[in-house]
């Protein structure tokens, strides 16, 4: 069982930054591969990126590549991502999520992910 629970929400400016942090539970931290999503009022909850438990590989939605960076510390048990030059179109609650896998390919869809966090609330003002 993984709990997750993010933190770094808040209203920002359009190009501004922000730091999302995504603390997990247990011992196993580093097998499981790690992905943020988001949903936006009235849209369905949309991949954003996922990172290997490794951290060596990252893969992200065409939307915000170039923009945001997903990082772990799997000392800290901890995933991060870090979103500059926000817009408004960015506005969302972003969850971050968790699951194990074999496969070396990371998954984009929701489904595949095992646990999920509470989200926490983006808002990018123009």
């Known amino acids: 069982q993984v709990q997750l629970v993010e933190s770094g929400g808040g209203l920002v400016q359009a190009g501004g930054s922000l730091r999302l942090s995504c603390a997990a539970s247990g011992r196993t931290f580093s097998s499981y591969k790690m992905g943020w999503f988001r949903q936006a009022p009235g849209k369905e909850r949309e991949f954003v990126g996922a990172i290997s438990g490794s951290g060596g590989s990252t893969d992200y939605a065409d939307s915000v590549k170039g923009r945001f960076t997903i990082s772990r510390d799997n000392a800290k048990n901890t995933v991060y991502l870090q979103m500059n030059n926000l817009k408004p179109e960015d506005t969302a609650v972003y969850y971050c999520?968790?699951?194990?896998?074999?496969?070396?390919?990371?998954?984009?869809?929701?489904?595949?992910?095992?646990?999920w966090g509470q989200g926490t609330q983006v808002t990018v003002s123009s």
């Open positions: 999520a968790a699951y194990w896998s074999w496969s070396a390919v990371l998954a984009r869809t929701a489904p595949t992910y095992d646990y």
